[in-house]
């Protein structure tokens, strides 16, 4: 007589072991805070600030309007450092003293716990999806066929939202690398969520996949691969091309960019959604990289190497033609008009995430441009708050010399008010104001900043008011 089974049930952590595995996972001792705002030359040092992370709840789906909260942020850093630990990194020099981080970062236990919290992870930051695209409607050959000619013979969208922030910005040099330092996740490792999807069994559709992928890796010639195009172009506008030199200024939005492509990836049910996003993204690359040309050449002249974006014209018309002659139209063939809704909601959601990143990187450069603005608010939001006219909670903190406030955001708007000693307050790369006593800033939600102590001592109060313009009225 044989024992009875147990009923078959889908692992799940809850809120409680998610939050405690979560801590576990970050406090790795790679992950702690940086003394400095820039990482050098040591790709597994990711800072993910684990002492924040105890009071977040990631066991919630954010919806459209909370994507760009604290917890989006953080765990898309999280979901950063758990999908790369399938890739490899080295760094560029002085591999011996590194050798230490090398082996924490690719260790058995920093994968498992990593594999542990994923699930509930992607689903906080990209649950959200299944809400705000709906694929409806018995989609057929015919029906997908009409979509695409009407997508492929759509009217240009005309100049990016980024090249408008970056042509409006106060700083257009300093817009522009903060640009191409958001594409650095995705671009120094190129084309490697996309080879999760090469591995297996599938037929003829995966070496033409293969194909595409050959083409991102320059035919096996080092100085062709794209990458290494796009560490010509960084250096070439004064930046640096290490892997994560500047994690710390990489948004939320851009790091969800990156990120999506390993969420579908990496869990293989996702498979058709990722030919929707992968025609939609190599369609609409040959637009984007002729902007970004015409961008960055205003902006930094014959000196800038622009060859990754000029490489990218000339073969992603062939890319988007293929993702759907040799690629898409086979997989239906074989597998079923039913795969069709599944390709049309990965081609919309990119869209989405798409239309986010563009509003938030505008967003960004818009509160760096303001950094003077928002210091001159503190005077009003101040007399508000210290007249008792606006009662906002209060955190008082006490700092020393050096001491550095990695990147982060608010989810709603705060004050700084600076009661002694020296701040610099920074938005972004290259982006601060210094804040003595008696003044501070408007911190505006949303929006990555950090600060480091330049006195002795710094006494400083964050006021979180919510909304500023409720303290101005």
């Not at 690719?106 to 992607?122: H, T, V």
């Not at 959200?128 to 492929?152: C, I, M, P, Q």
């Not at 986010?356 to 608010?377: E, H, R, S, V, Y």
């Amino acid at each position: 007589m044989t024992s009875k089974l147990p009923s078959y049930e889908p692992f799940a952590l809850s809120a409680e072991q998610l939050r405690e595995m979560t801590v576990r996972y970050a406090v790795n001792p790679l992950y702690l805070d940086n003394e400095e705002w820039l990482n050098e030359d040591n790709p597994f040092r990711r800072q993910l600030r684990p002492q924040v992370l105890p009071h977040l709840d990631f066991s919630t789906t954010l919806s459209r309007p909370e994507i760009l909260d604290y917890s989006g942020l953080a765990a898309q850093r999280l979901l950063t450092s758990i999908y790369e630990a399938d890739l490899m990194f080295l760094p560029k020099s002085g591999f011996a003293e590194k050798r230490a981080d090398f082996a924490a970062f690719y260790s058995s236990s920093n994968r498992q716990l990593g594999e542990l919290i994923r699930p509930a992870l992607e689903q906080h930051v990209f649950g959200f999806l299944d809400e705000e695209v709906a694929v409806t409607g018995a989609w057929t050959k015919d029906s997908f066929r009409a979509f695409t000619e009407r997508f492929e013979t759509r009217e240009p969208a005309g100049p990016l939202p980024a090249a408008r922030a970056i042509r409006e910005s106060t700083d257009p040099v300093r817009a522009a690398q903060m640009w191409l330092v958001q594409f650095a996740p995705d671009f120094l490792s190129e084309a490697s969520p996309m080879i999760r999807n090469v591995l297996g069994y599938y037929g003829a559709v995966q070496s033409d996949w293969f194909k595409i992928i050959i083409d991102e890796y320059g035919y096996g010639v080092h100085d062709t691969k794209h990458s290494q195009l796009f560490e010509r172009t960084l250096e070439s506008v004064g930046l640096r091309s290490d892997a994560h030199h500047y994690w710390q200024f990489y948004l939320n939005s851009s790091l969800m960019m990156n990120n999506y492509f390993h969420f579908l990836g990496k869990n293989h049910e996702n498979f058709f959604r990722y030919l929707g996003a992968l025609y939609y993204t190599e369609t609409t690359l040959v637009d984007f990289c002729e902007s970004a040309i015409e961008v960055l050449t205003e902006v930094f002249g014959d000196t800038v190497d622009v060859r990754y974006f000029s490489e990218h014209v000339h073969i992603d018309v062939h890319h988007g033609r293929m993702a759907l002659e040799k690629l898409i139209w086979p997989i239906i063939e074989q597998c079923g008009e039913g795969v069709i809704a599944d390709i049309v909601r990965g081609f919309e959601e990119f869209q989405v995430l798409n239309e986010i990143a563009d509003a938030d990187f505008a967003a960004q450069i818009g509160w760096m441009d303001g950094g003077p603005a928002n210091k001159a608010l503190h005077e009003p939001v101040w007399a508000a708050i210290s007249s008792g006219k606006v009662s906002a909670p209060v955190a008082h903190l006490v700092e020393p010399r050096g001491e550095l406030s990695n990147t982060h955001l608010h989810d709603g708007d705060e004050l700084c008010h600076i009661v002694s000693g020296t701040m610099r307050f920074v938005s972004g790369l290259n982006s601060y104001q210094i804040l003595e006593a008696g003044q501070g800033t408007v911190i505006h939600r949303n929006r990555l900043h950090g600060a480091v102590i330049e006195s002795e001592e710094c006494v400083y109060e964050i006021h979180s008011v919510g909304d500023y313009r409720a303290c101005l009225s």
